[in-house]
């Protein structure tokens, strides 16, 4: 699950999953069972630890390729990057640390370079987790960091990269290797399809594009009703293709949904949501970008007043519905 915000976990699989209970989730990355951290495009996911031990050493490429890009690469020109990473590892062994502490750490051995620098080489070298309480339900703490390695006791054995494309494909496909490159940033990506292939199905889009997808993948009718989904600001969901026509209903999910999340209607994206608290209130905004019939109206209301009640218990809630824009 995407996890740039801490709470976005709980939403997206709140709007997944019937009866869903945040506290049984928050209580397993307590126990070490799912941690945060950087992880597919070098963003946040809560990922299980059996997956991020499996994951983490296929991303590492990712990562050390973003961060030449960055300017805290150049930053770092003519330093033994390998010298930093170790001496990362062993004070984040030792105890978690606040990025900016580990800057400051690391700025006491290379006391010529910049702290912010030195710390994001250490992200983008290792595989760092947010430590709790950081994401947990209802609690939350500024971000600590520890090595995957240490959190959780066990050393990362990878999976494959065919693999994971096949997991990608049961739960995003039918896709194109364009949607694959997007929600993974490999490389080398068509010599895995054309592994994979024999074992494949593959469609064509509109426009003639192929689309790959597992033999046993489901499709429901085209006249089946999608019900009203709040999402989280960030979902893989749409976050996982490079071409989201199939999800960008009235809106292109964009800038515009900075500090919102979107909101499908009739499986495409047709407005936004956001929520401000003051004291005991808690005030959700509904966007809507089109015009709606009586019946979606009541259950755009239905579903934001049942977000509402999930996230805020216990604070006097207050709802409205705007026109996007």
């Known amino acids: 699950?995407?996890?740039?915000?801490?709470?976005?976990?709980?939403?997206?699989?709140?709007?997944?999953?019937?009866?869903?209970?945040?506290?049984?989730?928050?209580?397993?990355?307590?126990?070490?069972?799912?941690?945060?951290?950087?992880?597919?495009?070098?963003?946040?996911?809560?990922?299980?630890?059996?997956?991020?031990?499996?994951?983490?050493?296929?991303?590492?490429?990712?990562?050390?390729?973003?961060?030449?890009?960055?300017?805290?690469?150049?930053?770092?020109?003519?330093?033994?990057?390998?010298?930093?990473?170790?001496?990362?590892?062993?004070?984040?062994?030792s105890a978690p640390m606040t990025p900016g502490d580990l800057g400051r750490h690391l700025a006491q051995l290379w006391p010529d370079r910049e702290p912010s620098a030195l710390a994001y080489l250490a992200r983008y070298s290792m595989s760092l987790v947010q430590v709790p309480p950081r994401g947990l339900w209802q609690r939350t703490s500024r971000t600590m960091n520890a090595t995957l390695e240490a959190w959780t006791g066990r050393e990362p054995v990878a999976t494959t990269v065919d693999d994971l494309v096949l997991r990608y494909l049961r739960a995003f496909g039918p896709?194109?290797?364009?949607?694959?490159?997007?929600?993974?940033?490999?490389?080398?990506?068509?010599?895995?399809?054309?592994?994979?292939?024999?074992?494949?199905?593959?469609?064509?889009?509109?426009?003639?594009?192929?689309?790959?997808?597992?033999?046993?993948?489901?499709f429901a009718a085209a006249d089946v009703p999608a019900p009203i989904r709040f999402l989280p600001q960030y979902d893989n969901v749409f976050l996982s293709h490079d071409d989201?026509?199939?999800?960008?209903?009235?809106?292109?999910?964009?800038?515009?949904?900075?500090w919102k999340g979107p909101i499908l209607i009739d499986g495409g994206i047709a407005g936004a949501w956001r929520i401000r608290r003051s004291g005991k209130t808690a005030s959700m905004t509904i966007e809507v970008g089109r015009k709606l019939a009586p019946d979606e109206r009541h259950e755009l209301e239905a579903e934001g007043e049942r977000l509402a009640a999930f996230l805020d218990p216990g604070r006097t809630r207050e709802l409205t519905i705007v026109d996007w824009g």
């Open 244 to 258: 989201r026509s199939r999800i960008n209903g009235e809106l292109a999910w964009g800038i515009d949904f900075g």
């Open 175 to 218: 896709a194109s290797g364009a949607d694959i490159r997007t929600w993974s940033w490999f490389t080398g990506v068509r010599e895995v399809i054309d592994r994979l292939r024999p074992g494949l199905r593959t469609f064509r889009d509109e426009d003639g594009r192929e689309l790959l997808d597992i033999p046993d993948g489901t």
């Open 1 to 93: 699950m995407q996890a740039q915000e801490p709470i976005d976990p709980y939403v997206g699989l709140w709007s997944r999953i019937t009866d869903f209970d945040p506290q049984r989730l928050s209580d397993a990355v307590e126990d070490r069972r799912l941690v945060r951290m950087g992880s597919l495009r070098t963003t946040l996911h809560l990922l299980t630890t059996e997956d991020a031990l499996a994951i983490a050493p296929l991303t590492a490429g990712v990562h050390r390729r973003t961060f030449g890009t960055t300017p805290f690469a150049k930053a770092l020109e003519g330093i033994r990057r390998e010298d930093v990473v170790a001496a990362a590892r062993a004070a984040l062994e």
